[in-house]
């Protein structure tokens, strides 16, 4: 009922955080831009930073061959040539890995312990690289990355030896004695790709799982967040089991590279552009792949009876959007679904809310790159979206700031509604009753999120029954993120495969069936020369009816 | 071609939206629909595996009629349990609120089936995605042409045909399929068409389930119940489909002084169970075709192993017969010793002390099955810590796959993914993660402007802290 038929079939076009536009938020992983493209990619003016120079030089560097490293040296945790030190970073991983030093429970809690102690000793650090690459609020970060990295570590710590325990499972009578349990084993060696959006966050939090799992791990932090890539690349190795744990920094090229050799698992955040390449690459090897993609979340807003309602409603609303890294993000709200008659209302809270949550520049995040900028303003260009601005629509190519903006009633078929936005412009949609967005929910690719605002039960489950997406959370958004016992990912052009909690535990481990037997009772009729008798007793054995398999035993009946 | 099977897919599309697959009684009819075929048409589905690869009557109703059957049981059984929403806790970060994971079905999804067990490996994934709700297209493979055509033929009478088809083919239909958009594409066969499968999904972003095979390994220890033991392994490997079976042992590790012994067990039970001339014998299976008769031939007749013959190697090429053949050290680096064998040969090697076993296993690609023979507990476990595979059974072989409550499927080479009971239902379900919050307990500290003050409730919200929850819940800090 959910599934959208006209959904694009060539999927790997026009959503996630890729489009077809020239420009694409999300990691570019194997940017295929020109050259004069990747080099208007520089970084804002405000920003002389070192590192950032690092990654600026980085970026026009001419188009790396085999032999020169793309890796800067002073940056990277691996001085090899890229190619040749990639295969022994491989090699010497599984090496590590058979040797069975990450299967220890006692190591996956130290480098637990490490990160933790991580997160603790270097927040003011983190703090500054976050703010150095998208201009986030101490804390903005300290909500979306550090704090619930440190809460979701906990976690892990606490139920680690819950879920590393085998699990029994119930063994069928006729094979008695016999025990079955499922045990849960490490990958191997796995390769996590962060996104530059939450580039701690993204890039931690798996590797958190993939520790806690047993496995033997590589981090591909993004380029486009360098300072935090960088801070990664200094510390990973000075917190955690250097022989285990390994961050790879570069471009496009080193993560194709990457994907040139054989993972276990690969845990891919970014666009479904890239998450195409990737699962292809990964097939050569048949490599699972795990990609956590974006989407057009929408925000469903019924109506609202109360005041306070509303008003919560829209600190929600705009906490969800403008507050997390400015909407540069996967589970950000992308548009609001709301009926023609409330959405006056609305839009007049949501007005008042937004500029008192933005009256200082500092309590926004940074639109990422000029890349981004103009992708953005690009859309507030369009006349027929310009003619549909509520509220802000200013931008200022000098400080790469886009204002808070609100639309009302874009056209439906313009790059705002029909791309993920991955920025600080809220259109909003009416229906004519409420009902009538699920329609238009289900008619766009299913998203990461859903968000509905309302006390309305039959419509909850409505949501519920009659759309289809990775999570949905009611009367609020975002927050089902710091839930560690919600799995979470996509479905569908949303991503596959989910984590947090004990599912980022499930998600790098191997759940082995084991079933052990033992000599003791042997029934002849399991072996051939087969005979009518034969088929007889194996017929009570699948119908489990074991008395007349018994009484056909001691040869009372056949 | 290709218009056929989009024209297929966007009728399944169409009905899935109609949320017709949805309701619990479509699932459950449809489950009683395929018990039904299972047991009204078992004289029908012997033939056709008969005529296919010449399946004893016994194994077509022991390894895939009575699975289908017992799978469709245990699933009617638990669908009700399976479906419903599960609560997990909320923890008090989001207090108040209450989580739940809801399961949903994923759409439109593609089973892709194998030869060796047509009708199983067809029907059991089939089951699966029924019961999660969704819309099928199942594709036997063409190398049981007869299966394949029974069951085009009666699924139609058995089960819904609007949400549940069968497309019939080769090469080309299946990669017209592979065009199209899926859900799901649950595919049983080799690595190196599970390759190209993943690669098709890739451009969609289709997640799959690869169930492929892989070289298992049984590890025969001297602390065992020998005729017990060689009974379990010949029934593993000439008892399931001749060797043509992805669990069944591809070769077997033993010490150099228990091999004798073990080749001694062994032909005595082969004897037993199919006779002085098993190419005379109806209890064993054919070879399927000519290409793998051939392809088998090629291994047999390799230099380096060929004078390593310690039992069998008779084969009749007209009648597609090969006997169960035993080979004693034939080099790691022949081509017996590479590939799954997938045939009627059994190779074994030998090692000084049986723990050397774990490396030779280790330093292949992970298989789908482990399998020890051995009293010695502390090995058991040894074996259980060392050694990675998609399943492991101690003691036996092959009978793993018939407790529902035991995930099936392989790792690394051998496949990704996994079924059977209710990891079945949840290979072709969407775990929906669902938050209901409540319009109280309005945190301010979430929201900018930010402040020191706020900076500090949050801080203690997210390690856990009682009072900076309640100052959270009440609204702290006041008048920002």
């Given at each position: 009922?959910?599934?959208?038929?006209?959904?694009?079939?060539?999927?790997?076009?026009?959503?996630?955080?890729?489009?077809?536009?020239?420009?694409?938020?999300?990691?570019?992983?194997?940017?295929?831009?020109?050259?004069?493209?990747?080099?208007?990619?520089?970084?804002?003016?405000?920003?002389?930073?070192?590192?950032?120079?690092?990654?600026?030089?980085?970026?026009?560097?001419?188009?790396?061959?085999?032999?020169?490293?793309?890796?800067?040296?002073?940056?990277?945790?691996?001085?090899?040539?890229?190619?040749?030190?990639?295969?022994?970073?491989?090699?010497?991983?599984?090496?590590?890995?058979?040797?069975?030093?990450?299967?220890?429970?006692?190591?996956?809690?130290?480098?637990?312990?490490?990160?933790?102690?991580?997160?603790?000793?270097?927040?003011?650090?983190?703090?500054?690289?976050?703010?150095?690459?998208?201009?986030?609020?101490?804390?903005?970060?300290?909500?979306?990355?550090?704090?619930?990295?440190?809460?979701?570590?906990?976690?892990?710590?606490?139920?680690?030896?819950?879920?590393?325990?085998?699990?029994?499972?119930?063994?069928?009578?006729?094979?008695?004695?016999?025990?079955?349990?499922?045990?849960?084993?490490?990958?191997?060696?796995?390769?996590?790709?962060?996104?530059?959006?939450?580039?701690?966050?993204?890039?931690?939090?798996?590797?958190?799982?993939?520790?806690?799992?047993?496995?033997?791990?590589?981090?591909?932090p993004s380029e486009l967040a360098p300072s935090t890539a960088a801070f990664l690349a200094t510390n990973i190795p000075k917190y955690l089991d250097p022989r285990a744990v390994k961050v790879v920094l570069g471009g496009p090229e080193v993560g194709e590279q990457l994907m040139e050799h054989r993972w276990d698992k690969v845990l891919f955040t970014g666009s479904a552009r890239i998450g195409c390449i990737i699962l292809a690459k990964a097939a050569k090897h048949l490599t699972p792949v795990a990609l956590e993609l974006g989407s057009k979340c929408p925000c469903i807003v019924d109506r609202l009876d109360s005041k306070r309602d509303t008003?919560?409603?829209?600190?929600?609303?705009?906490?969800?959007?403008?507050?997390?890294?400015?909407?540069?993000?996967?589970?950000?709200?992308?548009?609001?679904?709301?009926?023609?008659?409330?959405?006056?209302?609305?839009?007049?809270?949501?007005?008042?809310?937004?500029?008192?949550?933005?009256?200082?520049?500092?309590?926004?995040?940074?639109?990422?790159?000029?890349?981004?900028?103009?992708?953005?303003?690009?859309?507030?260009?369009?006349?027929?979206?310009?003619?549909?601005?509520?509220?802000?629509?200013?931008?200022?190519?000098?400080?790469?700031?886009?204002?808070?903006?609100?639309?009302?009633?874009?056209?439906?078929?313009?790059?705002?509604?029909?791309?993920?936005?991955?920025?600080?412009?809220?259109?909003?949609?009416?229906?004519?009753?409420?009902?009538?967005?699920?329609?238009?929910?289900?008619?766009?690719?299913?998203?990461?999120?859903?968000?509905?605002?309302?006390?309305?039960?039959?419509?909850?489950?409505?949501?519920?029954?009659?759309?289809?997406?990775?999570?949905?959370?009611?009367?609020?958004?975002?927050?089902?993120?710091?839930?560690?016992?919600?799995?979470?990912?996509?479905?569908?052009?949303?991503?596959?495969?989910?984590?947090?909690?004990?599912?980022?535990?499930?998600?790098?481990?191997?759940?082995?069936?084991?079933?052990?037997?033992?000599?003791?009772?042997?029934?002849?009729?399991?072996?051939?020369?087969?005979?009518?008798?034969?088929?007889?007793?194996?017929?009570?054995?699948?119908?489990?009816?074991?008395?007349?398999?018994?009484?056909?035993?001691?040869?009372?009946?056949? | 071609?290709?218009?056929?099977?989009?024209?297929?897919?966007?009728?399944?599309?169409?009905?899935?939206?109609?949320?017709?697959?949805?309701?619990?009684?479509?699932?459950?009819?449809?489950?009683?629909?395929?018990?039904?075929?299972?047991?009204?048409?078992?004289?029908?589905?012997?033939?056709?595996?008969?005529?296919?690869?010449?399946?004893?009557?016994?194994?077509?109703?022991?390894?895939?009629?009575?699975?289908?059957?017992?799978?469709?049981?245990?699933?009617?059984?638990?669908?009700?349990?399976?479906?419903?929403?599960?609560?997990?806790?909320?923890?008090?970060?989001?207090?108040?609120?209450?989580?739940?994971?809801?399961?949903?079905?994923?759409?439109?999804?593609?089973?892709?089936?194998?030869?060796?067990?047509?009708?199983?490996?067809?029907?059991?994934?089939?089951?699966?995605?029924?019961?999660?709700?969704?819309?099928?297209?199942?594709?036997?493979?063409?190398?049981?042409?007869?299966?394949?055509?029974?069951?085009?033929?009666?699924?139609?009478?058995?089960?819904?045909?609007?949400?549940?088809?069968?497309?019939?083919?080769?090469?080309?239909?299946?990669?017209?399929?592979?065009?199209?958009?899926?859900?799901?594409?649950?595919?049983?066969?080799?690595?190196?068409?599970?390759?190209?499968?993943?690669?098709?999904?890739?451009?969609?972003?289709?997640?799959?389930?690869?169930?492929?095979?892989?070289?298992?390994?049984?590890?025969?220890?001297?602390?065992?119940?020998?005729?017990?033991?060689?009974?379990?392994?010949?029934?593993?490997?000439?008892?399931?489909?001749?060797?043509?079976?992805?669990?069944?042992?591809?070769?077997?590790?033993?010490?150099?002084?228990?091999?004798?012994?073990?080749?001694?067990?062994?032909?005595?039970?082969?004897?037993?169970?199919?006779?002085?001339?098993?190419?005379?014998?109806?209890?064993?299976?054919?070879?399927?075709?000519?290409?793998?008769?051939?392809?088998?031939?090629?291994?047999?007749?390799?230099?380096?192993?060929?004078?390593?013959?310690?039992?069998?190697?008779?084969?009749?090429?007209?009648?597609?017969?090969?006997?169960?053949?035993?080979?004693?050290?034939?080099?790691?680096?022949?081509?017996?010793?590479?590939?799954?064998?997938?045939?009627?040969?059994?190779?074994?090697?030998?090692?000084?002390?049986?723990?050397?076993?774990?490396?030779?296993?280790?330093?292949?690609?992970?298989?789908?099955?482990?399998?020890?023979?051995?009293?010695?507990?502390?090995?058991?476990?040894?074996?259980?810590?060392?050694?990675?595979?998609?399943?492991?059974?101690?003691?036996?072989?092959?009978?793993?796959?018939?407790?529902?409550?035991?995930?099936?499927?392989?790792?690394?080479?051998?496949?990704?993914?996994?079924?059977?009971?209710?990891?079945?239902?949840?290979?072709?379900?969407?775990?929906?993660?669902?938050?209901?919050?409540?319009?109280?307990?309005?945190?301010?500290?979430?929201?900018?402007?930010?402040?020191?003050?706020?900076?500090?409730?949050?801080?203690?919200?997210?390690?856990?802290?009682?009072?900076?929850?309640?100052?959270?819940?009440?609204?702290?800090?006041?008048?920002?």
């Open positions: 009922m959910n599934h959208p038929i006209y959904e694009p079939r060539a999927a790997f076009q026009p959503h996630g955080h890729g489009h077809t536009a020239p420009v694409r938020p999300s990691c570019p992983l194997f940017n295929t831009l020109p050259r004069a493209d990747h080099a208007a990619r520089s970084r804002s003016p405000r920003r002389g930073h070192q590192l950032s120079a690092c990654a600026h030089n980085r970026e026009q560097a001419p188009p790396p061959s085999p032999n020169s490293p793309s890796i800067h040296p002073s940056m990277g945790s691996m001085p090899e040539k890229p190619r040749h030190g990639l295969g022994s970073l491989v090699s010497g991983l599984q090496e590590v890995c058979e040797s069975g030093v990450t299967k220890d429970l006692a190591w996956r809690r130290s480098q637990l312990k490490g990160l933790l102690r991580l997160l603790t000793e270097k927040e003011e650090e983190m703090f500054d690289v976050l703010r150095d690459d998208l201009g986030k609020h101490r804390a903005e970060s300290y909500r979306d990355e550090i704090g619930a990295l440190v809460k979701s570590v906990n976690h892990t710590l606490r139920n680690l030896d819950r879920w590393a325990a085998p699990e029994k499972a119930q063994a069928p009578l006729v094979s008695f004695p016999a025990t079955a349990l499922v045990v849960p084993e490490p990958l191997g060696v796995v390769l996590v790709f962060s996104c530059w959006n939450l580039p701690l966050g993204l890039a931690l939090e798996p590797l958190s799982g993939a520790l806690a799992a047993g496995n033997a791990v590589v981090v591909k008003q919560i409603a829209v600190n929600r609303i705009a906490g969800g959007k403008w507050s997390l890294c400015a909407g540069q993000a996967c589970l950000a709200i992308d548009y609001v679904l709301v009926e023609e008659k409330f959405a006056p209302a609305l839009i007049e809270v949501l007005k008042s809310t937004v500029k008192r949550f933005t009256a200082t520049p500092e309590c926004m995040a940074r639109i990422l790159n000029e890349k981004h900028f103009k992708r953005l303003s690009s859309y507030l260009k369009d006349r027929k979206v310009a003619a549909s601005v509520v509220h802000g629509g200013s931008v200022n190519p000098k400080t790469l700031t886009i204002e808070p903006t609100i639309l009302l009633n874009p056209p439906l078929d313009s790059d705002v509604m029909t791309e993920e936005i991955f920025g600080p412009i809220l259109p909003i949609i009416t229906v004519k009753k409420i009902e009538d967005s699920m329609k238009f929910v289900r008619s766009k690719p299913k998203p990461l999120a859903i968000y509905a605002f309302t006390r309305n039960e039959k419509l909850k489950s409505r949501i519920i029954n009659e759309t289809s997406s990775g999570s949905v959370t009611f009367n609020d958004a975002v927050v089902q993120y710091v839930v560690e016992g919600l799995p979470f990912g996509g479905v569908g052009q949303s991503g596959s495969g989910q984590y947090h909690g004990k599912y980022s535990f499930e998600l790098f481990s191997n759940k082995k069936a084991v079933f052990k037997r033992s000599f003791l009772i042997e029934f002849m009729f399991r072996y051939p020369p087969w005979d009518n008798g034969k088929i007889g007793m194996l017929r009570h054995v699948f119908n489990t009816n074991y008395v007349l398999l018994l009484l056909g035993l001691i040869g009372l009946r056949r | 071609m290709e218009e056929s099977a989009a024209a297929v897919v966007q009728e399944l599309r169409a009905r899935f939206a109609a949320g017709r697959t949805r309701p619990a009684e479509w699932r459950a009819a449809q489950l009683r629909g395929l018990l039904r075929m299972a047991t009204e048409m078992e004289a029908e589905m012997c033939d056709a595996l008969h005529a296919d690869v010449g399946k004893p009557k016994t194994e077509a109703h022991v390894h895939e009629i009575s699975l289908v059957k017992s799978s469709c049981l245990f699933a009617l059984k638990n669908l009700k349990k399976w479906m419903k929403p599960k609560k997990v806790h909320a923890r008090l970060v989001t207090f108040p609120s209450t989580a739940r994971i809801a399961t949903e079905p994923l759409g439109v999804v593609l089973v892709i089936s194998a030869w060796n067990y047509p009708l199983l490996l067809s029907l059991d994934p089939v089951i699966g995605a029924i019961a999660a709700g969704n819309a099928v297209v199942l594709k036997p493979s063409e190398v049981a042409p007869a299966t394949s055509s029974l069951l085009a033929e009666l699924l139609p009478r058995y089960v819904d045909s609007t949400c549940i088809k069968v497309v019939e083919g080769a090469v080309p239909e299946t990669a017209a399929l592979l065009e199209q958009k899926w859900d799901k594409i649950f595919y049983t066969g080799n690595s190196k068409v599970g390759r190209i499968v993943m690669g098709a999904a890739a451009r969609h972003l289709t997640p799959v389930v690869l169930e492929l095979g892989g070289k298992c390994p049984v590890v025969v220890d001297s602390n065992v119940n020998l005729h017990v033991a060689a009974k379990r392994i010949v029934a593993g490997k000439w008892g399931c489909n001749n060797g043509q079976a992805c669990i069944a042992p591809d070769f077997i590790i033993t010490t150099q002084s228990f091999a004798p012994k073990l080749i001694e067990a062994l032909k005595k039970v082969l004897d037993k169970f199919y006779g002085k001339d098993p190419l005379l014998s109806a209890d064993l299976s054919l070879v399927v075709n000519t290409n793998h008769f051939n392809r088998l031939k090629v291994l047999m007749d390799d230099e380096m192993v060929s004078d390593k013959v310690v039992l069998g190697g008779q084969r009749d090429e007209k009648e597609l017969k090969i006997a169960p053949t035993i080979y004693l050290d034939v080099p790691l680096d022949s081509a017996i010793m590479k590939d799954e064998i997938f045939g009627p040969l059994l190779p074994i090697i030998t090692v000084d002390k049986i723990h050397e076993s774990f490396g030779l296993i280790n330093s292949m690609a992970k298989p789908l099955a482990a399998y020890l023979f051995t009293r010695d507990s502390k090995l058991q476990e040894q074996f259980e810590m060392n050694i990675s595979a998609g399943g492991m059974l101690l003691n036996d072989t092959g009978i793993h796959l018939t407790n529902p409550r035991l995930p099936f499927g392989g790792v690394g080479e051998s496949g990704t993914g996994s079924y059977h009971g209710k990891f079945s239902f949840d290979a072709f379900s969407h775990r929906k993660a669902v938050l209901h919050r409540g319009f109280w307990g309005e945190a301010k500290a979430r929201y900018p402007p930010y402040s020191p003050a706020k900076l500090k409730i949050l801080r203690g919200v997210l390690e856990g802290k009682l009072v900076a929850m309640i100052q959270a819940i009440l609204g702290f800090p006041r008048g920002k």
